[in-house]
């Protein structure tokens, strides 16, 4: 099966600075990207994601990109806000998908 | 309606009972899915049903029975629990891509947070 592997575990950063949350994917035929976000006590959301036909996808502050040689995608938040405080994470997969461990940001005022 | 709603929010239940967690979507969505979500981990895929069949396994203990009655309603049977089993269940649905593949966004409901005592 797909294994997903996710970088870093915690991130701090100032408001306003940028915030970037790599991944890594083993399965060749995974074809779907993407990244979710998911407050304390709730559920996850999507915030954006990537097929394995694009290379680069955003969405006002947010953007992913994909290199499906290397087997690798980011997340990147601009201008991060204290709202942006949250557990992220990626997932890769065909058919079903896989989420990766995990990445705790914390965007401090 | 935009939502997957799951009953109850929380439960309780002994390692004895019998007891059942509820899904319902109203999107004409026809994939659901459930998973297990521990404390400051990931979720993780249990069932996948497509087309009110279930698709996907991951090999998840008999004590875990997944039911899909009707297009908006997915049920989880749970019996004979174990404390470790103790978690947040998350159920998701899905759109129709058009073809057989299952990428597309996963909606997810908030969740029943079960306790097993």
């Not at chain 1, 996808?57 to 953007?63: L, V």
């Amino acid at each position: 099966g797909e294994n997903v592997e996710q970088h870093p575990s915690t991130l701090s950063v100032q408001e306003g600075d940028s915030a970037v949350i790599k991944c890594t994917y083993s399965d060749s035929a995974s074809n779907y990207f993407p990244w979710y976000k998911q407050e304390l006590g709730k559920r996850p959301q999507l915030i954006i994601d990537i097929r394995s036909n694009v290379g680069e996808k955003k969405d006002q502050r947010i953007a992913v990109t994909l290199n499906k040689t290397a087997k690798h995608f980011s997340l990147h938040i601009t201008e991060t806000q204290p709202e942006d405080s949250a557990v992220y994470f990626c997932a890769a997969g065909f058919n079903k998908f896989y989420f990766g461990s995990g990445t705790k940001l914390n965007v401090k005022p | 309606d935009t939502e997957v709603t799951q009953t109850p929010k929380h439960l309780v239940m002994g390692m004895t009972n019998k007891k059942s967690l509820k899904c319902e979507q109203h999107m004409g969505h026809r994939a659901m899915y459930w998973y297990k979500q521990k404390a400051k981990k990931p979720p993780e895929l249990m069932f996948v049903y497509s087309y009110e069949k279930l698709s996907i396994n991951e090999s998840v203990p008999s004590r875990f029975s997944p039911e899909c009655p009707n297009s908006s309603l997915l049920n989880l049977h749970l019996h004979a629990l174990q404390p470790e089993d103790s978690a947040l269940y998350l159920c998701a649905s899905s759109p129709p891509t058009g073809d057989a593949t299952l990428n597309t966004e996963a909606f997810f409901g908030q969740g029943t947070r079960l306790t097993v005592v």
